[in-house]
């Protein structure tokens, strides 16, 4: 495979978090596994994190690697560490590398902001295996700027149900934060660690905030994907309709996918549907039929 040391050669990645060639080189399959190998070795940063990263997008195929990535885990250099666990993951499974990347988050100076989001993304990516993490997470919660602790929210969002220790600083975030990106991230985390709710009832909120807010579309998308647990915002989801029309296509979005325990919406979506002028008729006629098909057909719905 004489195109994998020629691509690493050319790879002038600074940052562990952007290593552009690492998708062409996995691109290349198996084969490409010894070469690789031998690129962990690379004295350049750039070329021997690509390899690593390379490596574990290939995953299981390239079992080979994990003598090799297993002794960068112990580098000097805490990317080497980063980048090797990651891909030590990828490829193993191995929950080993978990003290490797909960060591690498708490680097939040500006130079090692790199390692940091690289062990954060990786983390995010373990998600539920991720449990041991969760006390150093929410210890950063604590401690970084609204700015960096989004990605923190993110990950506790991945992990799920075992990061329920996180709600509580997540309840503040939501409730609190001058961030409005933050506190959406911080609603649906809570959503996704208690399926109850209150990561419902924080977009409820964000729904009923200022009109000029963009955050508010934001907030219906992420509604969305909660399906019919996200029933409690109906109510919200109608005023906001009568309130402010341009969110129709949005709200329908997430009213159809409520489906039936959305049934009170129904009348202010059957007179948004009579408008001939309608622009999101399609979008509507499927939330009417998803929500009540009798009612759907009685309209001419198919």
Do not use: C
């Not at 807010?213 to 647990?229: M, N, V, Y």
Request: proline share 8%; hydrophobic share 45%; no cysteine.
């Amino acid at each position: 495979m004489a195109a994998v040391p020629t691509i690493l050669r050319r790879t002038t990645a600074s940052r562990p978090t952007t290593l552009p060639w690492a998708d062409s080189l996995a691109a290349i399959g198996p084969g490409a596994v010894p070469a690789l190998i031998e690129g962990l070795d690379d004295p350049r940063d750039g070329p021997r994190w690509t390899a690593a990263a390379a490596l574990g997008k290939i995953g299981p195929e390239a079992n080979a690697a994990v003598p090799r990535l297993s002794r960068m885990t112990t580098s000097a250099q805490t990317a080497d560490r980063v980048v090797a666990a990651a891909a030590l993951w990828r490829i193993a499974r191995d929950r080993g590398v978990l003290p490797v990347l909960i060591s690498s988050i708490g680097r939040a100076e500006a130079r090692d902001r790199g390692e940091r989001y690289a062990a954060l993304d990786a983390l995010g990516e373990i998600g539920p295996a991720a449990t041991e993490a969760v006390p150093a997470l929410i210890h950063q919660l604590s401690l970084v700027s609204e700015t960096h602790a989004y990605q923190v929210v993110r990950v506790l969002a991945q992990i799920g149900p075992d990061a329920a220790t996180a709600v509580e600083p997540l309840e503040r975030i939501s409730a609190h934060s001058s961030d409005g990106s933050l506190r959406l991230a911080a609603a649906e985390a809570l959503w996704r660690i208690t399926r109850g709710e209150e990561g419902v009832d924080a977009l409820i909120k964000e729904l009923q905030g200022d009109p000029r807010d963009t955050r508010r579309t934001t907030a219906l998308a992420t509604l969305s994907q909660f399906g019919p647990e996200a029933a409690p915002a109906v109510p919200a989801i109608v005023e906001l309709l009568r309130s402010d029309p341009s969110t129709l296509g949005a709200s329908a979005a997430v009213l159809r996918r409520i489906g039936p325990p959305a049934d009170s919406a129904l009348p202010v979506l059957i007179e948004f549907f009579k408008d001939d002028d309608l622009i999101n008729k399609d979008e509507v006629a499927a939330a009417i039929r998803a929500i009540d098909p009798e009612a759907a057909r009685g309209l001419g719905i198919r």
